[in-house]
């Protein structure tokens, strides 16, 4: 579940294994370059801890990031 703390919308993922966690980061990667909107994230091993938030507005939430967020968890289906 998406939770936002200190401006930003975060959520961390995890994953069967490193590749899994990174072909889901490969997938968020060509949406998000879609959207011209791109994440801050960390990956470790099976995990990848995702940050959004938009830099043009100050570093603060807005409508793009929520959009970028349900794009990243239909990836999920």
């Not at 930003?8 to 899994?20: C, I, M, T, V």
């Not at 997938?27 to 959207?35: F, G, H, T």
């Amino acid at each position: 579940m998406w939770q936002e703390e200190q401006n930003k919308l975060y959520r961390r993922f995890e994953f069967g294994n490193f590749s899994e966690a990174f072909a889901f980061m490969t997938r968020v990667a060509l949406e998000a370059e879609k959207m011209n909107h791109h994440p801050e994230w960390k990956n470790v091993y099976n995990m990848v801890d995702v940050w959004l938030s938009t830099h043009d507005a100050g570093d603060i939430v807005t409508e793009k990031d929520h959009k970028l967020a349900q794009k990243i968890d239909g990836l999920l289906k």
